[in-house]
C-alpha cells in the first residue's frame, strides 16, 4: 500500500518558467510533509518542509502548498533553473514516529 | 566535511556472503536511520536509533539484517547470508533529537549480490 504517491514520474519544463511537482497522501495521520532533491550517485538533500498546521511554506525560489482535505501537497519552483534537474521525493511523517515515507519520485528537467 | 559519510560507496558480493556498511552521523545528532533504495522507488525506512538504543525496526528488516549504534556514534548494518533481492542502496541519515527536524542523508553504499 502505497501512502505517499507521486503520480508523475517525469516533467520538462523551460528554463524560467514554474515547475510544479505533485504528491498525495492516503494517511490521515501524516503530520509533517518534507520534499528531497536527489542528483545521481548522492542522497537525498532536503529541500524544504511543512507541518500540518500550516497551508504554506516558502523558501527562496521553493514554496510547498499544503492541501488537508485532499491530502495533497505540491512543490513549485520558480523560476526554475538548469541545477534543479533532478529527481524529486516527497516525504511525510507523523508525530512520536520518525520515519518518513517517501513517494517514487518525480524527475525534473530543466530545458536550457 | 561534516556530512553524512557512508563506507564502501560500492560493494559487490556474491550471493551468501555477509557484507557489514558504515555510517557515520553529523556529529551532534542522536538519531540515526537506514533507509533502502531500489530502482525507481523512494527510500524505504529500516531502522531508527536514539543514541545507541534502536528504537524501531520496519518488517523489511528481515532476521539476515542487524544494525548496531555501539557507542551511540557510528552504525553499521550488516547483512548475513546476501541474496540478489538484498541488491539496492542502502542509505544512511541522521537528525538533531529536539522536535521534528529534517534528515540529512549521506551518499549512500550501492550494494550489487551477484
Known amino acids: 500500500d502505497q501512502q505517499v504517491k507521486q503520480n508523475s514520474p517525469s516533467l520538462s519544463v523551460q528554463e524560467g518558467r514554474i515547475s510544479i511537482l505533485n504528491c498525495d497522501y492516503t494517511n490521515s495521520m501524516f503530520d509533517y510533509f518534507l520534499w528531497y532533491k536527489k542528483y545521481p550517485a548522492e542522497g537525498p538533500t532536503f529541500l524544504i518542509s511543512i507541518s500540518s498546521i500550516k497551508d504554506k511554506n516558502e523558501d527562496g525560489r521553493f514554496t510547498v502548498f499544503l492541501n488537508k482535505s485532499a491530502k495533497h501537497l505540491s512543490l513549485h519552483i520558480v523560476p526554475s533553473q538548469p541545477g534543479d534537474s533532478a529527481v524529486y521525493f516527497c516525504?511525510?511523517?507523523?508525530?512520536?514516529?520518525?520515519?518518513?515515507?517517501f513517494g517514487t519520485g518525480t524527475r525534473l528537467k530543466v530545458l536550457a | 566535511d561534516t556530512g553524512v559519510s557512508q563506507d564502501p560507496r560500492h560493494k559487490i558480493t556474491k550471493r551468501g556472503q555477509n557484507v557489514t556498511f558504515r555510517c557515520d552521523p553529523i556529529s551532534e545528532h542522536n538519531r540515526l536511520y537506514w533507509y533502502r533504495q531500489t530502482l525507481g522507488q523512494g527510500p524505504e525506512f529500516l531502522t531508527y536509533?536514539?543514541?545507541?538504543?534502536?528504537?524501531?525496526k520496519s518488517r523489511l528488516l528481515s532476521d539476515r539484517f542487524s544494525a548496531e549504534r555501539p557507542k551511540g556514534s557510528f552504525s553499521t548494518l550488516e547483512i548475513q547470508r546476501t541474496e540478489q533481492g538484498d541488491s539496492a542502496m542502502y542509505l544512511c541519515a541522521s537528525s538533531p533529537t529536539s522536535g521534528y527536524n529534517e534528515q540529512f542523508f549521506g551518499p549512500g553504499t550501492r550494494l550489487t549480490v551477484l
Open positions: 536509533f536514539q543514541n545507541e538504543a534502536q528504537l524501531e
Open positions: 516525504a511525510a511523517g507523523t508525530s512520536g514516529t520518525y520515519k518518513y515515507i
